[in-house]
Structure formats: structure tokens, C-alpha cells
């Protein structure tokens, strides 16, 4: 690190006691890289024993999925990512013993999507709505 700042920094670092610490931030991004590096060696070793093109094409959209399902809550993320897993598995052997197609489970990701995104509005309204009654009958008792 010191190699690439200016050498005519050095002085001044060292007058002041520099010293580059190790973020909250830092610990976090590096352990979490280091998870995502252990989930793709799994994927590689444990499913397929061999790097394949294409391998990884829908794991970004259903990171996405359960973040939103948790509301980036760490640990509803566990909860989420359970649901999810047991959906997709689920449809996997539906398609096998029923013969239903796995684009249902795409539809019911959207429909999740969809509610999530709606619920906020729609909660926030109902209480505007229960508040609003309840003024009016005040104004009727008074």
C-alpha cells in the first residue's frame, strides 16, 4: 500500500501515525466474497464436477428475489432463501411426477415480487383509511 502513495506523503503519515484499518465495511464485503467463492465451488464440484458456459444464469435475479422477500433483514434472508429453494426444488419434481412446467415457479417468483412491492402502499393506506373512520366518528359522537 505504501509503494503506491507519494513519497513525499511519508513524512506526514508517519508524523501522524498512519495507518489503514480494517473497516466494519472491509470485513463484511471480504467475508461475503469469500461465501460467494465457496457457493461457486460447490456449484462446480457438487453439481456439475466440471466449469461449464452458463453455468451461473439466474442466481443474481434470485439473490434480488430473496433480498427483497427478507427486506434486506440478515436474518430473514435465511428464511427467504429456504422458501425460495423449496419452491424451486419443488417445481423441479412437479415437472417430473406431473408433468407441469417449471415456468410456473417464474410466475409465482412474480407474483411474490409483485405483492412485496405492494404491500408498503397498500398497508400505509388501509391505516390512512382506519384513521379517517375513526376521525369520523368522533366528529359524529361530538
Avoid: W
Avoid at 503519515?13 to 460467494?36: Q, R, V, W
Avoid at 457438487?46 to 427483497?68: E, Q
Avoid at 423441479?92 to 415480487?113: F, W
Wanted: glycine residues 6%.
Amino acid at each position: 500500500m505504501l509503494e503506491m502513495i507519494d513519497s513525499r506523503l511519508l513524512p506526514a503519515m508517519e508524523k501522524h501515525n498512519y495507518h489503514d484499518p480494517i473497516t466494519p465495511l472491509d470485513l463484511i464485503l471480504g467475508i461475503s466474497g469469500a461465501f460467494c467463492g465457496l457457493a461457486g465451488m460447490a456449484e462446480v464440484y457438487g453439481t456439475y464436477y466440471r466449469v461449464l458456459d452458463g453455468i451461473t444464469t439466474s442466481f443474481g435475479f434470485t439473490a434480488m428475489l430473496i433480498a427483497l422477500l427478507a427486506r434486506l433483514n440478515p436474518f430473514a434472508v435465511i428464511a427467504g432463501s429456504l422458501f425460495i429453494s423449496i419452491l424451486t426444488v419443488g417445481a423441479n419434481s412437479m415437472q417430473i411426477s406431473l408433468n407441469v412446467p417449471t415456468s410456473i415457479v417464474n410466475v409465482i417468483q412474480s407474483l411474490i415480487i409483485v405483492f412485496v412491492l405492494i404491500m408498503p402502499s397498500m398497508t400505509a393506506h388501509v391505516q390512512a383509511r382506519h384513521t379517517r373512520k375513526l376521525e369520523q366518528r368522533e366528529v359524529q359522537r361530538s
